[in-house]
């Protein structure tokens, strides 16, 4: 009852002083706008960074060959090549099929896929007549194939013999054929294209189409986008002269019930011990997706602390300005605050008109500040293409902060008002 | 202590301390009482102790020493919440000036001791309806403080007074700023509660003249009171003019 009346009488006085009001909040608006907006970027670079890990594979292992941490040795004549630098990696250090073989024989039921994946050139040109279309010709192997399991429209995929043969074919993406060929995908099966990768022609038979996916992890809409021009690994092998050589980079797709973290270790062990114990710089490193999107997730997360704690200090200004404003409020009113008491108010029922009135003033500023917040944020994550998600959690934290703010600024105030002797308060002018 | 006694105070001094040791005592040892349904003046020059003494009836200071009972309850033992209850319920303040809160409609200042009083909206915007209609003020009830003439502020201000029926009123110069006309009105509201509702009502005031229209004058000077003499008012001779 005392306290419907409160919120009215502060109300009344906000919209006696507008302009007053306003800029009393603008440090709470201010403040809740930008931790919002950063708490809602955060969160959807969050949500699409998992989600494109996600796509990549959580279930994945991601292993290498990496130089050997060499935090006890120094070289003879007490030089420091940096970390670990001992020599240039060669042939001899990489993963070779055999040893590939007898990792899987080991884990049979754990590794799904081993998948490999060979470059041959990421700007890579297609071009017929006078239209062109960018592509990154890169060579998948039979498993990654397999895992991908692109779409295929028109024509076929890749066949086992295209693998063990090398074959010259290739898929190709329906927004290359949009480009080049208006978007007839049956008419392109057969025909032999050409790929300009920095001045080298890769000439490959079209076997198929596939469905473009934009990647999420990508900034804007190209109306030219760098798609895929899948060819088989081995064929991509003998591109790069690389036949018979080993690999330094594998993903190995792991079955769902197998606990990653614990086979990230295995396998560490297993290339280590069986074929580089003796290798003088070089060793295998297996990393899991899963540790690498919390590592990720833990970073974004304190970015957006940091970032929210500085946002924060304007909210502490703010405060101050409301506690400011009430002190100036609370001497203009002195009057009617012993007129309150002669009628009756006690110190109680003072103060709490008081904080009322200054949590009405952060209450509307947080909310002035959430709206403005939300709008800034979601324009921010829209220019940078991608979809807002805007955190409910973080809109109830503002709203909560900034009542605490409004009982914590405003209650110094307040209780200097109710401590207000009637008679002093009454003979005020 | 005799049943019919509304205030009753004896031997009341006040002091204020200007910073020690100069203690500058305004009341020296006051002693009066003030009978249920009576209609009583405190007449003074300003520097008399009026204010001062009006704080002291009105519960908003206490006596440096002496005893105060007010309709039976003695100020001296009160607690500060009990004060403000007080307050609330057996006084009614008319002030010069009439401290109406700003911003706030007619209505709902007439309203303000009873939402203290803890009464509930309905029975309050009620009640202060009725209040209002009494002073002729219900065709201006919704209007702010600053839509209204000094004369219609006192009248607000006097129903307000009246809201939780409180045992004494005490009006301080409460026709101090008004003009004659509109002073003349207010205190023929304060004599038709006296008259119609037996309201024990204090006058304070340093007009010799408006004292006159009491019952009882009480004189102040210096802190004393000086004199006590019968009024002029006559109910019968009101009625001829």
């Known amino acids: ?429 | 202590m005799e049943d019919n006694i509304m205030l009753d105070l004896r031997n009341i001094h006040k002091s204020f301390f200007i910073g020690t040791p100069n203690e500058f005592e305004v009341l020296h040892g006051l002693n009066f009482t003030v009978k249920k349904g009576e209609f009583v003046s405190i007449v003074g020059q300003s520097g008399s102790g009026k204010s001062t003494l009006m704080n002291i009836i009105g519960a908003l200071d206490r006596p440096t020493a002496g005893e105060y009972t007010l309709d039976g309850i003695d100020i001296e033992k009160a607690k500060d919440h009990e004060l403000s209850a007080l307050r609330n319920k057996k006084i009614g303040f008319v002030f010069q000036t009439y401290n109406l809160i700003a911003r706030t409609n007619a209505l709902k200042n007439v309203e303000l001791p009873m939402m203290y009083a803890g009464m509930g909206r309905a029975e309050r915007t009620e009640r202060a309806k009725m209040l209002l209609a009494e002073v002729d003020m219900t065709d201006r009830m919704h209007h702010n403080p600053d839509e209204l003439s000094g004369g219609q502020k006192q009248r607000v201000a006097i129903a307000r007074a009246m809201a939780n029926d409180p045992a004494i009123i005490l009006a301080d110069e409460p026709t101090g700023a008004l003009d004659s006309a509109t002073g003349r009105m207010i205190m023929d509201i304060f004599h038709k509660l006296h008259e119609e509702q037996g309201k024990t009502i204090v006058l304070i005031t340093h007009s010799p003249e408006l004292s006159q229209e009491t019952e009882r004058i009480i004189t102040l000077k210096d802190g004393n009171i000086i004199g006590e003499s019968a009024g002029h008012w006559d109910r019968a001779a009101k009625e001829v003019e």
Do not use: W
């Open chain 1, 1 to 429: 009852m005392l306290f419907t009346e409160n919120i009215l009488v502060a109300l009344a006085g906000l919209k006696a002083n507008i302009m007053r009001s306003l800029l009393t909040m603008l440090g709470i608006i201010i403040g809740i706008a930008s931790v919002i907006a950063i708490m809602t970027v955060g969160n959807s670079i969050t949500s699409i960074v998992n989600s494109t890990m996600q796509d990549l594979g959580a279930n994945n292992l991601e292993m290498g060959v990496v130089q050997k941490s060499q935090d006890n040795k120094t070289s003879d004549s007490g030089a420091n090549y940096g970390t670990g630098y001992v020599r240039d990696m060669t042939d001899q250090d990489l993963i070779t099929q055999d040893m590939l073989d007898a990792f899987k024989a080991e884990f049979p039921d754990d590794i799904k896929y081993v998948l490999k994946y060979e470059n041959v050139g990421e700007k890579g040109k297609v071009t017929e007549g006078s239209k062109s279309a960018n592509v990154q010709v890169i060579g998948y192997n039979k498993d990654n194939f397999e895992f991908k399991d692109k779409k295929i429209i028109a024509g076929r995929g890749f066949l086992n013999r295209d693998f063990e043969n090398a074959k010259k074919v290739c898929l190709v993406t329906d927004k290359l054929v949009e480009r080049l060929y208006n978007g007839d995908n049956d008419a392109i099966i057969g025909k032999q294209i050409e790929a300009n990768v920095g001045g080298s022609y890769y000439s490959y038979y079209v076997v198929g189409v596939y469905e473009y996916v934009q990647e999420q992890f990508s900034f804007g809409v190209s109306d030219n986008p760098t798609t895929e021009l899948i060819i088989p690994y081995e064929t991509a092998r003998v591109a790069n002269h690389n036949q018979n050589k080993g690999d330094y980079y594998f993903t190995l797709v792991t079955s769902v019930n197998t606990d990653n973290d614990e086979f990230a270790t295995k396998v560490r062990d297993f290339f280590n011990i069986n074929y580089y114990s003796r290798n003088d710089a070089y060793e295998v490193m297996v990393v899991s997706m899963t540790s690498m999107m919390n590592q990720m997730n833990t970073m974004i997360g304190a970015i957006q602390l940091a970032l929210s704690a500085i946002a924060g200090i304007s909210l502490v200004v703010g405060g101050i300005g409301v506690m400011n404003i009430m002190l100036v409020s609370i001497t203009e009113r002195t009057k009617e605050i012993g007129t309150r008491k002669a009628l009756g108010a006690t110190n109680g029922s003072i103060r709490l008109q008081f904080i009322t009135e200054s949590v009405v003033i952060c209450l509307i500023g947080g909310i002035i500040g959430i709206i403005f917040g939300i709008v800034l944020g979601t324009v921010a994550v829209k220019l940078m293409g991608y979809e807002a998600a805007v955190s409910l959690s973080s809109i109830v934290i503002a709203v909560g902060f900034s009542m605490a703010i409004g009982i914590f600024f405003g209650y110094y105030p307040a209780n200097k008002a109710a401590k207000l002797n009637p008679i002093d308060a009454l003979r005020y002018e």
